[in-house]
């Protein structure tokens, strides 16, 4: 080792971050999450009016208001391209930089391989984290130029509750919505770690998120269902209740914190251990 060698010095978070933010992939998904909320936007332009109905959706309500039209995306989006967006960030990190063989290369920076995946990790799940929380921002901007700052109708009953009171709310939302999604992150980023191919990380995760869903359908298994990832993936919807539920959140946020934290604990024990030839 050189005399001016430092671990702690090595790949600085502004690097990595760099790298990562210039790569076509993130500029091409934060311009389709930033474009998807005005896409929705003239889809409701120009599509009829809803019928009337006794319960409503939130489909039905999101012409009503922005915060009304940010709820609807939001819950659009957290699904499918939200579950896309962190698996792309998280599944892609390591495992892209062993598809171009320049792994081995930075190891041999000689960057230590925990600092490695930390500095990884940090970088992937800040960008996770301004792809969670860009969607349902950029929706209440275009919900609240398209359809005015009106107050919040509660799908169901259609119960209209002051604007004012659902604003600070609508951060819980978010913040319920970053965390429900660490699942997702850290099963990617495992995969990362396991695997030279990007596109198997990515697919892997998002495959847990499809499987998860369709085994939540199943009433058959009971309780089970509540152990499962997506189970209290729309638990956030309390959170715009007259009176705020932490029940479901609570619950929710535990089991994705408890999964993510072994699964990232599983990734940097595998990746310690790893044979890096690429």
């Known amino acids: 080792m050189s005399a001016g060698y430092a671990p702690g010095r090595t790949l600085p978070l502004r690097v990595e971050f760099v790298r990562q933010f210039r790569r076509r992939r993130t500029l091409t998904m934060f311009g389709l999450l930033?474009?998807?909320?005005?896409?929705?936007?003239?889809?409701?332009t120009l599509g009829p009016e809803p019928a009337q109905q006794s319960s409503l959706r939130l489909s039905d309500l999101a012409t009503q208001g922005?915060?009304?039209?940010?709820?609807?995306?939001l819950s659009v989006s957290a699904t499918l391209l939200l579950v896309v967006a962190v698996a792309l960030f998280c599944g892609d990190t390591v495992a892209s930089e062993a598809s171009w063989s320049s792994?081995?290369?930075?190891?041999?920076?000689?960057?230590?391989?925990?600092r490695l995946l930390r500095q990884k990790l940090v970088v992937a799940l800040g960008f996770s984290a301004a792809a969670v929380v860009s969607v349902p921002v950029m929706?209440?901007?275009?919900?609240?130029?398209?359809?005015?700052?009106?107050?919040i109708r509660l799908p169901g009953t259609g119960e209209v509750i002051a604007a004012a009171s659902v604003l600070p709310r609508f951060g819980i939302v978010v913040g319920y919505a970053l965390v429900s999604q660490?699942?997702?992150?850290?099963?990617?980023?495992?995969?990362?770690?396991s695997t030279d191919s990007p596109l198997g990380a990515v697919g892997g995760a998002v495959g847990l998120?499809?499987?998860s869903s369709i085994m939540q359908a199943v009433e058959a298994l009971g309780v089970v269902r509540e152990f499962l990832p997506t189970f209290w993936s729309t638990a956030w919807l309390d959170a715009l209740a007259p009176e705020l539920d932490w029940s479901g959140m609570t619950k929710g946020a535990a089991l994705s914190v408890t999964y993510a934290a072994i699964l990232v604990a599983v990734a940097f024990r595998r990746f310690r251990r790893k044979d890096i030839v690429s």
Do not use: H, K, M, Q
């Open 66 to 73: 922005g915060l009304n039209f940010a709820a609807f995306t």
């Open 209 to 211: 998120v499809i499987v």
């Open 34 to 44: 930033l474009a998807l909320p005005w896409i929705l936007v003239v889809a409701f």
């Open 103 to 114: 792994l081995r290369y930075l190891l041999a920076a000689p960057v230590p391989r925990d």
């Open 139 to 151: 929706a209440l901007l275009a919900g609240t130029l398209a359809f005015g700052w009106n107050d």
């Open 182 to 193: 660490l699942v997702v992150a850290a099963l990617a980023f495992l995969l990362s770690v």
